[in-house]
């Protein structure tokens, strides 16, 4: 029989932060609307690909789990 197992987790966000507050001067809403309609009180402002995102919180992962990549039969990416 076939074993798997999670033995490493690794993330990566982008640094940029867009708040509501941020985005009220951009735009005529305020955080109380946004929050009432979205839930969301911040959304992550990325300047490069996911796939470079995806890179950094790969080898992140990799290390969590003590592994090189040869060693590895698959990662599950969610983004």
């Known amino acids: 029989m076939v074993q798997a197992a ?3 987790w690794g993330k990566c966000l982008p ?5 509501n507050q941020d985005l009220s001067t951009i735009v005529d809403t305020s ?3 946004i929050v009432s309609r979205t ?5 992550r402002i990325s300047h490069v ?3 470079d995102l995806a890179y950094v ?4 992962a990799l290390a969590c789990a003590g592994k ?5 039969d698959m990662i599950i990416f969610g983004g």
């Open 6 to 8: 999670i033995t490493g």
């Open 15 to 19: 640094p940029g932060v867009l708040n």
């Open 31 to 33: 955080d109380e609307w």
């Open 39 to 43: 839930g969301m009180k911040e959304r």
């Open 49 to 51: 690909d996911v796939s």
């Open 57 to 60: 919180a790969c080898a992140r």
């Open 68 to 72: 090189s990549a040869d060693q590895v």
